[in-house]
């Protein structure tokens, strides 16, 4: 049966041989070795000096902002960064990660990826004020956030449910746009820096191809949704990208539950597709003011001129 070990400062650990590993913090691990620990490479001796003395089958030094070192007995040693947080209390930090540790050997998770949850758990754990319980949704959510690269920002109606939810846990205000987005242009950018300086996390939602096409018609869109996702995705003021196939972004609405619904455009308040699902719970609507003469459809009939000639003279 494993045995997972969170030491007592200064005490004795002979009485923690056998054990399978044990989760010495920074100064529990300097007392235990008298060895100071300024480096990656000072928690690595450390720990190759705990396995060998007790038996462990790896030790997992907690080096708090920078993160977890797993050692094993022969040497070998793997740091696992966190990321920098605003820390409110270390209270329950070292439990969160004993118990995410424990978590997961019991469901059979290889010894890195527990210490990767467990520096999740322990992170999210003090931006909390005294113990507090860390929910599997809030691990997914931070999870996703932590990932890098435009891809990321691309995300299901599901997976965004998660991120709003831990958003507005952290009291950030959500504003929510939609539209085709077919050939990204000026007037698109500009409304969407305009939505972003409404709130804290803008999520954009783009028509599917399918949706585009019962829209606009059969020769749209110009670039698939694919495409499209990724392109507002690169955009620094847009934080989320989901693409849906409905014909009105009630769904997402419903389920996100943004602070504000905005749209771009000449539209009254009470003409904005979805208004009456946010004022219901008590969200903003707002319209953004609007670069005049721009439009994809304006770029396509520019183009079809421009071609104009060459067809003829062909």
Request: charged share 25%; with cysteine; aromatic share 4%.
């Amino acid at each position: 049966m494993p045995v997972i070990v969170d030491p007592i400062r200064g005490g004795n650990y002979e009485q923690y041989r056998g054990a399978t590993t044990m989760t010495p913090n920074r100064l529990e691990t300097e007392l235990a070795t008298g060895r100071r620990i300024t480096t990656p490479e000072d928690a690595a001796h450390c720990g190759r000096e705990l396995c060998r003395r007790l038996g462990l089958q790896h030790a997992i030094i907690t080096l708090d902002r920078d993160g977890m070192t797993v050692v094993e007995p022969d040497g070998r040693w793997e740091l696992f960064p966190t990321r920098a947080r605003a820390v409110y209390d270390i209270t329950g930090a070292g439990d969160m990660v004993l118990a995410t540790i424990g978590v997961c050997y019991a469901a059979g998770t290889s010894v890195p990826d527990a210490v990767r949850l467990a520096n999740v758990a322990a992170g999210l754990e003090v931006e909390k004020v005294g113990v507090a319980v860390v929910s599997l949704d809030e691990m997914r959510c931070e999870l996703l956030a932590d990932g890098h690269g435009d891809g990321v920002k691309v995300v299901t109606l599901d997976q965004m449910e998660l991120l709003a939810r831990s958003h507005r846990q952290q009291g950030r205000k959500i504003v929510f746009t939609n539209g085709c987005f077919d050939l990204l242009h000026v007037g698109h950018v500009s409304y969407l820096q305009e939505a972003a300086r409404l709130g804290d996390v803008l999520v954009v939602a783009a028509n599917s191809d399918a949706s585009v096409r019962r829209l606009k018609g059969p020769t749209r869109p110009v670039i698939g949704e694919s495409d499209r996702a990724r392109m507002l995705a690169a955009l620094a003021c847009v934080d989320h990208v989901l693409v849906f196939d409905e014909d009105t972004p009630h769904e997402m609405l419903h389920r996100i539950r943004p602070d504000v619904l905005v749209k771009g455009g000449t539209y009254a308040l009470d003409e904005v597709v979805g208004h009456e699902v946010v004022t219901a719970y008590g969200g903003e609507v707002c319209v953004t003011s609007v670069i005049g003469g721009v439009s994809t459809t304006k770029i396509l009939d520019s183009v079809a001129r421009r071609n104009e000639p060459s067809r003829r003279s062909a």
